[in-house]
């Protein structure tokens, strides 16, 4: 079955360097998502990737952060100089269609825990 | 704006009871997704189920089923005789469905512990 696959798993980094987290999202799907949870907390969307470009970001998704999908396979997401605040699990998603289809679940990644030092 | 409330923090129970967990929602659109993910302490987010504001039928997969009213905007779940690999923490989202980006809006998340 396929799956939406991250790497690395657990990433640590002292704060103030840039972090490149990387996601292989199902292959023929269109709609890819980013979404962190800072420990014990809920899970927040940060940003939404269709048609090579971004389509809605939150609050969270500042100039720090940014997304590309560089071949066509993967999907990333940078923190250009990481925070303290900005450890967490951060997890992609991927979604085949949108609409009332069938197809509307975002399946989710195992998730990169990213410790900021 | 969306809103997804999950007001029990954490629920024990024993092996073999049933077990619900509650979710209630705020939308404004009459078109939307309402989920549920279960995170195990491994920590990946597993989709449970999926279903759509047209579609007010409850529904039961094995030992889960949902009940769905729109008239109370809840979409609760429900472990029949519960196992400790239920063990975990239960997500309700909303997602709406109005050409925009479908982002999903979390809960906060219900620990739920089955202890043997």
């Known amino acids: 079955e396929p799956e939406v696959t991250q790497t690395p798993s657990h990433q640590v980094t002292q704060m103030g360097q840039e972090v490149i987290l990387r996601c292989v999202p199902i292959?023929?799907?269109?709609?890819f998502y980013w979404y962190r949870q800072i420990l014990g907390q809920k899970v927040e969307f940060l940003v939404s990737?269709?048609?090579?470009?971004?389509?809605?970001k939150s609050e969270i998704f500042d100039d720090q952060f940014s997304v590309e999908r560089p071949d066509g396979s993967n999907f990333t997401l940078k923190i250009r100089s990481t925070k303290l605040e900005d450890s967490a699990m951060y997890f992609c998603?991927?979604?085949?269609?949108?609409?009332?289809?069938?197809?509307?679940?975002?399946?989710f990644g195992p998730g990169t825990r990213l410790t900021v030092l | 704006a969306q809103k997804v409330t999950q007001a029990q923090t954490e629920i024990s129970v024993v092996e073999k009871e049933d077990v619900t967990l509650d979710c209630v929602y705020e939308?404004?659109?009459?078109?939307?997704?309402l989920f549920w993910y279960k995170q195990p302490p491994s920590g990946e987010l597993v989709f449970l189920i999926r279903?759509?504001?047209?579609?007010?039928q409850n529904e039961i997969s094995g030992r889960y089923s949902w009940n769905f009213q729109k008239s109370t905007s809840s979409f609760n779940f429900t472990i029949t005789a519960s196992q400790v690999v239920d063990s975990a923490v239960y997500f309700c989202?909303?997602?709406?469905?109005?050409?925009?980006?479908?982002?999903?809006?979390f809960g906060k998340g219900t620990k739920l512990t089955v202890n043997p």
């Open positions: 998603a991927s979604r085949l269609a949108g609409g009332l289809t069938p197809t509307d679940t975002q399946y």
């Open positions: 292959s023929n799907h269109l709609y």
């Open positions: 939308t404004r659109d009459t078109t939307y997704y």
């Open positions: 990737f269709y048609n090579n470009e971004i389509s809605e």
């Open positions: 989202a909303l997602s709406e469905s109005q050409g925009g980006s479908e982002k999903l809006v």
């Open positions: 279903r759509n504001s047209f579609d007010e």
